[in-house]
């Protein structure tokens, strides 16, 4: 069997693995990351939504074979231990949830988008989202909370380089 | 299981009568064994008369049974004991905030264990809206016993007047200033109560923490991640299942082939009957494991589709008469034949799937010859006696974990997954997680049922409606009944056969039947050439469904839409408890119409958690659009043809238009649940307004007629 070197959370894994095994089943089953979650396996809900090099992945349909040299970031990692990412600040502070089962990768894509924009518009948020689905059926929160965390995100970015 | 059994729940939670099982308590000796001191209050309220013959508990919901315990401990922990579950409706915070109130502590010093069936008293099920009105009142009840337990025990201890103390902050404080916390009133001592007659619960309008927002508790650890759903947890030596079945339900197993998946090291392939599963030590090996089986299935032939569905549920109720007997008011017959006007319709509803994103999971354990199960589910006790059940076991070598879950909707009443992962977990002789992929969800899971509703009704030369028949056949009970003031009426449920199963949805048939209803009100409204709000007020006698549909119709600025070529629409209803109105508008677009706001109005009462509440309001809204815009289950011979997330759409970012909710507090009334209600009123707003653009068919979902 094969063997893949997977970068995640800034960690090397040596994984044991056949050509077209999934990036999600290696983090849930094989390494106990289960903040990611498994809603479809067909890439179309987002609940299993990691950063590979910085962009928002469907970690369920992503095979270790395309993973080689880049770095993933699963929700975990998101913030450093203890802390919260502003996006996740901002989730909480709205309540853009309910069950809180899509919420690690909607908090994941959000960070996907801000990263390359980093004022989204609704229509913005809703393209770039729309592949992530909240059954419970919080979208305008969401949206709410992630225009929270950019304003918040870029006001301390304009005053970190201010300094 | 025949109607009679299912006492007083509606007929239309057809899973709950899949299976039925005895369950019974604790006491409060055991109880207070159980946790060792301190003060414990028990509410339990009676079993109703009539219902004593024990038989179809499960189907009884709470109308046995419904018990609560609560526990303040030595240093003053407050630890309530339900049997609900947090499925993302925030009971968890709500109920905490009901206790926290009466007990005059904050929330965050609340304990919920919630779920647990070795853990908690016996509860039927999270479903119904129930939790708040029935389980938030015996919390109260019991938390207010206990705050004067507390009191009466700070008397005799300070030797003080009863009448000149108070409960507040954790503590009983005199007039002198002098006070003491409620630890050290519990502590070395083993005080007991139970709920009798009418304990001094607050009223509403005294309320502290509740009719406040209050932020979903351990909302952190969803947010991080590190919230544990029941397919996250993890145990030791745990191997993973998986299920071999064919592609559609009802296929009987001719012959199968593991000899290639036996040679995979560390496979086993567990075989009972035309259960079939393997267990891996992992989920790779175990997919590939499933796939080297080769299984052949006999499936079912000669069934309905989804196209010839409504014909067949009209033809196999015709022998039975099941659906009990209709509700009559007058005579329908003769004020149609004398009416001056007669507007029917025939509308049909589809099969729908609850898609819940987290599908179906367990985790199973066996100890010593009792297993626990880790599960996610709306019924714990009832999982408990399924899995009992299957092997035979005593319910007390059975227990169900409910951790917090990722949703259900109504779609998670039954334990086949439990069972499942218990079967493969006795096999494997190691613990087993089992997770249902999302092709199994939609297959195997149970929709919502589908239904052809007849409505006539018939109208006076006053444009009066005088005359309403309304015969539902397959979708239930829930909502059947008109609210208008109409003085002839006969309205019917009929019960048919499904070729798929069927079961409850968020709201039951109260969607179906308020589509019907209103999308009929509003076509005789328009008939008539009316104004189709004033036409309702002038047959609503119920002042709070009036209110919520004129505040619906105030908000959106009925009638006039907010531009050229719009259109609007309205609908009102009241279901459980809850009095909700919703108003849409369109504009018109190259494929029908497109949606630009949505406002609903609801009252459930006394509002405990305004944030929480207006939560469920839009995500109940959400949810309605699917059901209302596009979602329809396609099958052929029982086999489902749309059953991935690909083909079978729910609402998205791009569905969701501006959503306004309006609230209105009653702190009057008792508070009632809002998980369901407000879904209702969804597909008849925008069936209404989008008939500005062309002809609505009588279905879900809507679609303009082509042409």
Known sequence: MPAFTLRINGAGHQIDGAAGDTLLTVLRY?????????????????????????????????????????????????????????????????????????????????????????????????????????????????VQAVQLAARRMKSTSVAGERR | MSREDLGGIEPERYEL??????????????????????????????????????????????????????????????????GKVEIGQNI??????????????????????????????FDAGTFGSMSTPRMGRQLSRAAAVAREMLIDTAAADLQADRAALTARDGHVAAASGKSIAYGDLTKGRKLSGSVSGEPPVTPADKWTMRGKPEKKIDGRAFVTGAHQFASDIVRPNMLIGRMVRPDSPGAALDALDTARAA????????????????????????????????ATWRPRTGQPTSETIYEHLKRTADSGGRGGAPYSVGDTTSALAASARTVAESYRIPYIAHVPLEPRAAVAEWTDGKVTVWTGTQRPFGVRSEVAEAFHLPEDRVRVIVPDMGSGYGGKHTGEVAVEAARLAKAAGKPVKLVWTRAEEFTWAYFRPAGVIDVKAAVDARNRIVAWEFDNWNSGNSGIRTPYDIPNQRIQFHQSDSPLRQGSYRGL??????????????????????????????????????????????????????????????????????????????????????????????????????????????????????????????????????????????????????????????????????????????????????????SVQPALPIALARG
């Not at chain 1, 894509?109 to 729309?130: F, R, W």
């Open chain 2, 263 to 294: 040679g995979i090291p560390g496979v086993s392939i567990v075989r009972d009957g035309d259960f079939v599963g393997v267990v891996a030590p992992n989920e790779r090996v175990a997919k590939k494991a499933t796939v080297l089986i080769v």
């Open chain 2, 509 to 694: 048939a109260a969607t179906a039947n308020h589509y019907a209803r209103e999308m009929h009100m509003d076509g005789v409204a328009r008939a008539l050439k009316v104004d189709p709000v004033e036409f309702r007020l002038q047959h609503l006698k119920d002042e709070r469904i009036a209110a919520v549909l004129k505040a619906v119709a105030e908000r959106i600025g009925w009638p006039k839409a907010s531009a050229p070529g719009r259109s609007l629409g309205i609908a009102c209803g009241t279901e459980k408890g809850g009095y909700i109105a919703t108003a849409a508008e369109l504009s018109p677009a190259p494929d029908g119409f497109k949606i630009e706001r949505l406002v609903a109005a609801f009252e459930c009462g006394a509002i405990v958690n305004p944030d929480g509440l207006r939560n469920q309001v839009e995500g109940s809204v959400v949810q309605g659009l699917g059901g209302a815009l596009f979602e329809a289950i396609k099958f052929e011979d029982g086999h489902i043809v749309n059953g991935s997330m690909a083909q079978y759409r729910v609402p998205r970012f791009k569905d969701v238009p501006p959503i306004d909710v309006v609230l209105l507090d009653r702190k009057d009334l008792p508070s009632a649940g809002a998980g369901e209600t407000p879904i209702v009123c969804v597909a008849p707003a925008i069936g209404s307004a989008a008939r500005a653009f062309g």
């Open chain 1, 30 to 142: 094989e390494l106990g990351l289960t903040g990611s979650k498994y809603g479809c396996g067909e890439g179309q809900c987002g609940a299993c939504t990691v950063l590979v090099d910085g962009a928002a992945t469907r970690s369920c349909v992503t095979r270790l074979e395309t993973l080689a040299g880049k770095n993933i970031t699963t929700i975990e990692a998101l913030a450093p231990a203890g802390a919260l990412h502003p996006i996740q600040e901002a989730f909480l502070e709205v309540e853009a949830f309910q069950c809180g089962y899509c919420t690690p990768g909607m908090v994941i894509a959000a960070a996907g988008l801000l990263s390359v924009n980093p004022s989204p518009s609704e229509q913005d948020i809703a393209t770039a989202m729309d592949r992530n689905i909240c059954r419970c059926g919080t979208f305008p929160r969401i």
């Open chain 2, 17 to 82: 009568g899949e299976s039925r099982r005895y369950s019974f308590n604790l006491d409060r000796r055991d109880f207070m064994r159980a946790v060792g001191s301190g003060l414990v209050v028990v509410a339990t309220l009676p079993r109703l008369a009539g219902q004593e013959s024990g038989r179809g508990i499960q189907g009884r919901g709470e109308t046995a049974d419904l018990a609560a315990w609560l526990h303040i401990d030595e240093r003053g922990q407050v630890t309530v004991y339900t």
């Open chain 2, 92 to 121: 968890r915070t709500s109920l905490a905030q009901t206790v926290a109130d009466e007990l005059r502590v904050p929330v965050s010093s609340i304990q919920m264990v919630m779920a647990d069936t070795d853990l908690v008293p």
